[in-house]
């Protein structure tokens, strides 16, 4: 055979093989567009799995507006939702004025699960989008215990919530004897209380006062003489509340429940505002333990 015939049959047998690479490329590339369009199905954009991801979109299976608290014009706050809570922030103070967050039965049922968020794989962090925000390292050699005000134990049912707990948004400075003792024991009935409620409705926060003393590497933190807790339930339609000072309490933590309306007094808040006036009030001045299913702490 001639060269020129030779190198024509090369020149078609190269055009002929290109034709193959370009038909498979094509192929390939409508296979994975195909299976990218099944993973993003029409009803959930990219956007809305990030959304989910970055946990900014608080999903409940209630009213929101029982977690609304309105505070007073004199304090400085910012409000931040986070996917498990609501942060009422102090810049100032450089601690939540209040977290409020809905416990319900099924969230106990996943936090308390095998398979459920272990809190020694999630580390203190700071929220760079919140004023005032400390640092992890603003506690360090200070005395106190970093506080949760939302409790781990709370957030275990969900990763972006674990780790949004961690925030020092959600922190205050608590000695350990309290936090570790009868504080716990409450956080713990809570808990406990959460899988026969159907839901529970939680606040929790610091007890300001003028001559707190402050801790801080770089900025001043307040140190809260006191703290609060209340707890609503909406299908049993009663409410229980705690008041604790920050050290350790020499009785057990039954001892410390009070009602609503002395924590408003206390703090100037106003909680469950969303309700009617005459279920509010009634609510908000009652007070028995005995109401409540009984929760026996490990000592």
């Known amino acids: 055979m001639k060269k020129k015939q030779k190198r024509g049959l090369y020149y078609l047998l190269a055009l002929v093989l290109l034709a193959l690479a370009g038909y498979q490329g094509f192929q390939k590339n409508s296979f994975y567009k195909s299976a990218y369009n099944e993973d993003l199905p029409t009803e959930q954009t990219a956007d809305d799995k ?17 977690l609304d608290v309105k505070l007073p014009g004199r304090l400085d706050n910012q409000t931040v939702h986070y996917k498990a809570i609501v942060v009422y922030y102090n810049k100032h103070y450089h601690v939540p004025n209040c977290v409020a967050y809905e416990l319900t039965n099924t969230m106990t049922s996943m936090a308390d699960s095998h398979d459920a968020e272990n809190r020694a794989n999630y580390k203190f962090e ?31 049912w969900n990763k972006t919530a674990m780790e949004q707990c961690f925030l020092m948004t959600n922190i205050c400075p608590q000695v350990e004897e309290m936090n570790d003792g009868e504080w716990r ?47 609503y ?57 005995k109401d409540w299913p009984a929760y026996y702490p490990r000592r």
Not at 54 to 65: H, M, P, Q
Not at 132 to 140: A, E, V
């Open 50 to 66: 990030q959304g989910d991801q970055d946990g900014k979109e608080y999903k409940t299976t209630g009213d929101l507006s029982l």
């Open 126 to 156: 700071r929220d760079y989008n919140v004023k005032g925000c400390p640092d992890w390292w603003d506690y360090k050699d200070s005395g106190y215990t970093r506080g949760h005000m939302a409790p781990a134990m709370d957030m275990r």
């Open 185 to 231: 024991h409450v956080e713990e009935a809570v808990h406990k209380w959460s899988r026969t409620a159907k839901r529970l409705i939680v606040f929790t926060g610091p007890i300001f006062s003028d001559d707190m003393e402050y801790i801080g590497k770089d900025i001043d933190i307040a140190v809260p003489e006191r703290f609060f807790k209340v707890v």
């Open 233 to 289: 339930s909406p299908e049993q339609n009663r409410a229980i509340a705690f008041v604790m000072e920050n050290k350790g309490m020499p009785n057990s933590w039954t001892n410390y429940a009070t009602t609503i309306d002395e924590v408003e007094a206390l703090t100037g808040y106003d909680f469950l505002a969303k309700l009617e006036d005459g279920v509010e009030n009634v609510i908000e001045s009652k007070q028995n333990i």
